[in-house]
């Protein structure tokens, strides 16, 4: 049976789909068997997975006929599979209001789904918009990934108190903290949410790397592209802790 991992945060720009295409990746490398679901109309996790040019079956389709297994694609990455989405995936928002049981329509879906894999990993939109209401729903748990500054550290702050009205703080695995170099101001921000969130934020920082940048660019993971550099290092270590983590919930 799947366990199903929300990437999620509200905030743009945080690094959501950095972490989900490159720890599906690592975690393929280990024989494992992935899912990404792209449920952002930006869609930045369908070219991040070298899925070009349009895809004729999207996430939309599956939301609106509730089944996610004539949906996938196989992607570039060995063992890491895509549902895809496109910026029709806007007007899921409108459809899914009208829907019975609203917020867990994704969830059904997965739940339909015939092809077993060992996690599926949601990539949420930068919204507190139904989308992302439906991947917190469907997730066994939420990876929560943050830039190392002070007005993310507000928003994760905000953020939580919107994860404890709906009763899904505790399904939290870990934050993950992303571009702390040799900023003071970084380090200061890393600190405070270590201060204020404790073992919850991850050991492993990702570090500000071009390698990793480049390869979200070439639609490859950065342990692809760059296997030898800091930052497939820091994402197979990441993948590391949280495959530690999933294991004891």
């Known amino acids: 049976m799947s366990a199903t991992i929300a990437f999620v945060n ?3 720009g945080t690094g959501k789909t950095t972490a989900c295409i490159n720890i599906a990746a690592s975690l393929a490398a280990r024989g494992k068997k992935v899912l990404v679901v792209d449920a952002d109309p930006l869609g930045a996790a369908t070219p991040g ?13 599956a939301l609106c006929s509730r089944r996610i297994d004539l949906s996938t694609l196989e992607t570039c990455e060995k063992g890491v599979f895509l549902l895809p989405s496109t910026p029709d995936l806007a007007g899921a928002e409108v459809e899914l209001a009208r829907m019975d ?4 329509v994704l969830k059904d879906a997965l739940a339909r789904m015939r092809e077993p894999f060992d996690f599926v990993f949601v990539d949420s939109p930068p919204s507190v918009g139904l989308l992302s209401v ?3 729903e469907a997730a066994d748990s939420l990876i929560v990934p943050v830039t190392a500054d002070y007005f993310a550290l507000e928003a994760l702050g905000r953020f939580f108190r919107i994860l404890s009205l709906m009763g899904k703080a ?6 993950a903290v992303f571009g702390v170099g040799r900023s003071l101001a ?3 921000a890393e600190d405070e949410m270590r201060k204020w969130f404790g073992s919850t934020v991850f050991e492993t920082v990702i570090p500000k790397s071009a390698r990793v940048a480049e390869a979200g660019s070439y639609g490859v993971s950065v342990g692809t592209h760059a296997p030898g550099s800091k930052g497939a290092a820091a994402f197979d270590a990441l993948a590391d802790e949280f495959l530690a983590r999933v294991q004891t919930l």
């Open 49 to 61: 997975l070298g899925v070009v040019p349009r895809p004729s079956r999207t996430l939309y389709d």
């Open 101 to 104: 049981n609203r917020e867990n």
């Open 186 to 188: 970084a380090r200061q």
């Open 170 to 175: 505790d399904a939290v695995t870990g934050i």
């Open 10 to 12: 509200p905030k743009g």
């Open 134 to 136: 439906n991947a917190i």
